[in-house]
T-cell receptor, first 113, second 114 residues
C-alpha cells in the first residue's frame, strides 16, 4: 500500500529565509508525487508534481521540490519565504496513473515577518 | 470555468438525520473523488468514481453512499448522520488517461453533526 509521511506538524521560518517542508513516501512501484497548499477556509490548490525526469521540479508561486529516490523523499522548498506563504501544505502520492491520491497529514507553515 | 463546485458550504445536522452533499465539475473530467479532512488526519478518501458508471470505496466508506449521476456530478449521501461524521468534506476531479494528472478540489462543505 502507498503512504506518505510529513514528519513535521508545524514549520516556522522568518520572512526572507529559505523554507523546507519535508515529505517521505512509500509505494510499490514508481511514485507519482504531488504538493498541494491549503489557505484558511479554502480548498486545496495544486503546486507541483513529479512524474519522471529531472529530480528538481518547479511549480507555482516560486516553490520547487526535490525528488530523491534513494531516500524516498520529495521535500518542498522555496529560496525566500513570504508571509503570504503561511498555509497548510500537503504531500500526496499515487503508484498508478489513475488511482486516487493518498495524502499526508499536512504541515502548517508559518512565516514570521 | 467554475471548476469544482460544492453545495452546501455549511450544514448542521442532528444525529440520525440524512443529507446529500452535491458536487459538480465543468472541466469534462472522467474521475471524481470525495475526501474528508479532520484535524491531524490529513485528507482521507471516502469514495471515488474513476469514470461515469463506476464507483469504488476508499479508506473510510462506512456510513456513506455515493452516486455518479452523470459525468459532471458526483454526490455523497449520509443516510443517518453521526457525530463522528463532523468534518470538512472535499470533492475533487481529475483527468483519466496516460498521464498521472493532478486532482482539482472544490471549496469544501463544513458539516457539523450534533
Amino acid at each position: 500500500a502507498q503512504s506518505v509521511a510529513q514528519p513535521e506538524d508545524q514549520v516556522n521560518v522568518a520572512e526572507g529565509n529559505p523554507l523546507t517542508v519535508k515529505c517521505t513516501y512509500s509505494v510499490s512501484g514508481n511514485p507519482y508525487l504531488f504538493w498541494y497548499v491549503q489557505y484558511p477556509n479554502r480548498g486545496l490548490q495544486f503546486l507541483l508534481k513529479y512524474i519522471t525526469g529531472d529530480n528538481l521540479v518547479k511549480g507555482s508561486y516560486g516553490f520547487e521540490a526535490e525528488f530523491n529516490k534513494s531516500q524516498t523523499s520529495f521535500h518542498l522548498k522555496k529560496p525566500s519565504a513570504l508571509v503570504s506563504d503561511s498555509a497548510l501544505y500537503f504531500c500526496a502520492v499515487r503508484d498508478k496513473r489513475n488511482t486516487p491520491l493518498v495524502f499526508g497529514k499536512g504541515t502548517r507553515l508559518s512565516v514570521i515577518a | 470555468n467554475a471548476g469544482v463546485t460544492q453545495t452546501p458550504k455549511f450544514q448542521v445536522l442532528k444525529t440520525g438525520q440524512s443529507m446529500t452533499l452535491q458536487c459538480a465539475q465543468d472541466m469534462n473530467h472522467n474521475s471524481m473523488y470525495w475526501y474528508r479532512q479532520d484535524p491531524g488526519m490529513g485528507l482521507r478518501l471516502i469514495y471515488y468514481s474513476a469514470s461515469e458508471g463506476t464507483t469504488d470505496k476508499g479508506e473510510v466508506p462506512n456510513g456513506y453512499n455515493v452516486s455518479r449521476l452523470n459525468k459532471r456530478e458526483f454526490s455523497l449521501r449520509l443516510e443517518s448522520a453521526a457525530p463522528s461524521q463532523t468534518s470538512v468534506y472535499f470533492c475533487a476531479s481529475s483527468e483519466y488517461g496516460r498521464d498521472p494528472y493532478e486532482q482539482y478540489f472544490g471549496p469544501g462543505t463544513r458539516l457539523t453533526v450534533t
